[in-house]
């Protein structure tokens, strides 16, 4: 597991009640049951720890980030944009 | 019952500083919704704004004045000084007329950009003083007070605040007033002033804001447009209308409210629907009676389809029939002021025989299935409208009126 991945995981364990273990790069949001309030503040944690902006909409949310992998994907995209 | 009857109406908003500027751009279908001027940086996540432009101060307030006048306050006294000027009322005339009249005027955000111009002397230039008066440019009560001391009225006067439904709850309450005997006279409405950068980032850090512009009920809306403004009326006895030879240009005829009790952003179908079938109740209105919903219709996922469970759980099979449409779309989305702005819409529909459009939608979404007036208004004759308004908070606030 990339170091990214690890931040990002954490990050969604410290926001949501969802246990280490169910986290995976295939895991759904929706399976999740990550509410979409719950992402907004995900989004803004994991902002603030890359120093990145991801362009994430909360009226999109199923059709964008279908997957965790898809967050983090989104997310290592952007900081490679940064680097 | 004493009857209730809008004498004045007064609005500033993106699509004019004037009721008949607004109607006009109603009729015309249209767009206020631009890009934001006037700011030295303007949030990535914001592509357009329901702004309020070209709107002149101190010619509408006097120089003198616009040092104690946030923005909110502003478009709240302008809109307040054209409905009471249609309205044609002197509440000086006598001090029982001031004592007997109230003023509730609703506001989310209040004196924001007051607070912002003093937070950003103090943490970003390093000055060490504000504005001496940003204490009472930026309370609640600012825009209502205001009003109060420019006309002379000296009756119940508060403000209300529950976000998106600030105006119709405000509304509604000097509606129960006059129609209960407790005050004969009320202005009544909304006020807000959001356009600026820290309001503007803080919606966009909610993520609920659209990528390019207010698509009400359209399959690929993707948010609500940040607008503001404001829209003030005048409500008086039916009777006390008549005698004195003024023009009536409406008469509310229900108001209801309900709460959630639920999520804080995430609408409920039932806590709605309840706002809804209260009013229609109120009013004395069957589901068959109603010919026009103004929606609440921000253009978010969340409330549009719920929205349609609201409507199509209150009215049944009329709502195959019933023409519904969001003017959010066309002047955005004024929050504390939206109610007003929505009433100026509904009256405006009322007294035309035309239901305004909804702009932008490029396809229903099959989660809204309502006859949604598209793109282009319709000419039709109608009688009696809704506007609701359901406020973050699950705060929810529907009036009825009726053509005059």
Redesign the interface.
């Known amino acids: 597991m990339s170091d990214l991945e690890q931040k990002i995981f954490d990050i969604v364990v410290d926001k949501t009640e969802v246990p280490r273990e169910r986290l995976t790069r295939n895991a759904s949001i929706k399976d999740l049951e990550i509410s979409s309030l719950d992402f907004v503040e995900i989004v803004f944690a994991v902002e603030e720890e890359f120093d990145i902006e991801i362009p994430y909409n909360a009226n999109t949310l199923d059709s964008d980030f279908g997957t965790l992998g898809d967050v983090i994907d989104a997310v290592a995209a952007e900081v490679a944009k940064q680097s | 019952m004493i009857r209730v009857a809008i004498t004045g109406m007064g609005v500033v908003s993106a699509i004019g500083n004037d009721v008949e500027t607004f109607r006009r751009a109603l009729l015309d279908g249209r767009n206020g919704l631009l890009p934001p001027e006037g700011m030295d940086e303007v949030p990535?996540g914001i592509s357009v704004v329901g702004q309020v432009r070209g709107f002149d101060a101190e010619g509408r307030l006097g120089k003198d004045r616009l040092p104690l006048l946030d923005p909110f306050a502003q478009f709240g006294l302008a809109a307040a000084d054209e409905a009471i000027a249609m309205a044609g009322l002197d509440f000086r005339a006598d001090p029982e007329v001031g004592h007997r009249s109230a003023c509730i005027i609703g506001t989310g955000g209040a004196g924001i950009a007051t607070l912002q111009d003093g937070f950003t002397r103090l943490f970003k230039e390093g000055k060490t003083r504000v504005n001496p008066f940003t204490v009472p440019r930026a309370m609640g009560n600012a825009a209502c007070s205001h009003i109060t001391m420019a006309h002379g009225i000296t009756g119940p006067s508060f403000a209300v605040t529950s976000a998106c439904a600030s105006a119709n709850h405000a509304i509604g309450l000097g509606f129960q007033m006059v129609r209960s005997g407790m005050a004969d006279r009320a202005v009544v409405g909304g006020t807000e002033a959001l356009v600026n950068f820290g309001n503007l980032k803080a919606w966009e850090?909610?993520?609920?804001?659209?990528?390019d512009t207010c698509r009400p009920f359209s399959k690929d809306?993707?948010?609500m447009v940040v607008g503001e403004g404001a829209g003030v009326f005048v409500m008086e006895r039916w009777e006390d209308a008549q005698a004195r030879g003024a023009t009536i240009l409406a008469e509310m005829i229900g108001f209801g409210m309900s709460a959630d009790a639920g999520d804080?952003?995430?609408p409920s179908v039932e806590g709605a629907a309840r706002s809804v079938q209260a009013c229609l109740d109120d009013a004395g209105l069957r589901p068959g009676d109603v010919d026009h919903i103004n929606a609440h219709g921000t253009a978010?996922?969340?409330n549009d389809a719920t929205e349609a469970k609201v409507i199509r759980a209150v009215f049944g099979d009329h709502a195959d029939r019933l023409p519904v449409s969001s003017t959010k779309s066309a002047h955005g989305h004024a929050l504390g002021a939206a109610g007003g702005l929505e009433l100026v819409a509904c009256i405006v529909a009322l007294q035309e025989g035309f239901i305004p459009a909804t702009l932008n939608v490029t396809e229903i979404d099959p989660e809204c299935p309502l006859d949604v007036v598209v793109n282009e208004g319709r000419r039709v004759p109608i009688v009696t409208a809704l506007s609701n308004s359901f406020a973050f908070g699950g705060l929810n606030a529907v009036l009825a009126v009726r053509k005059a």
């Open positions: 990535k850090a909610l993520r609920v804001v659209s990528r809306r993707t948010g804080i952003t995430f978010t996922t969340a």
